[in-house]
């Protein structure tokens, strides 16, 4: 891969992005203009599978994980169709999805059973979103089907720079989902909380909580990013972008800049996602 002074970076394992925002082709073209509006930031691709590919393949990128969110429930069904079958036809080139899934579906436990059938590795929520808290009563036979399906629950983690605080997704609310469900398979965005770094560092370093690393480098300082990965531990940090919302390339080079050793690396950028999802060549 090519780094940004024009010198090439070798790395002797694979690279595999666990957050990216992928849309269908016709929604791509009237979603992603949108979203840089209100994001106010320029995307790194257009929002296709296509332009994902060609990207990530001039970072040296070899796999993205699509994060899929449903703003509304009548949406679920129809996404996790076409990210199913997307997936199917995509995979060899490195496309990869979790389902979508929303609190206030009709039938909770006949989606996730549809999202099992499909081969999903778990589902994305976002309760800023979606409006729901991580530990609403609403929400606790989700997380104990999820637990049992050994379905992984990727969440939004923090502030989210569209909607104003405060926020529902911070960091103490999910080491609490992950006491109250030790068995639930948890990913928490954003080294655990966007703009809430000191209370993810307090509150979830240690913890069986997974982190990505998605939206931090160029977002808050190296050295916090470089100590909560030693103490939370490489097994459970995962290498993301928010592809297109910041570049992949960019953010790459920038975690390979921090002093970790190969295995740390490799962990980090391969080997967790790959185990934790499935993700395989
Ligand atoms: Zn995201």
Redesign the pocket.
Known sequence: MLGMDGKTIQLDFPVIDA???LYPDFLAKRVTPDLAGRFGNTPSFDGTMDGCVARHATCGIWASLN?P?ATKPESVFRTNRFWHEAVDLRAKDGIRSLASFHPRLDDPQAELAHIVQCGFAGI?L?PEYQQFGFNDSSMDDVWAALSDLGLVAYL?AGGERVFPGPYRSNPSEIARLQRRFPRLKIVA??LGGFGMWDQAEAVLTGTDVYLDL??TFFWMPKEQIFRMIRKHGAGRILF?S?AP?QDAGKVLEEFLSLPLGRDEQSAICYGNAAKLFGIVP
């Open positions: 957050h990216v925002h994060l969110v994305k976002h939004h965005a954003h998605s939206h993301g928010d919302w």
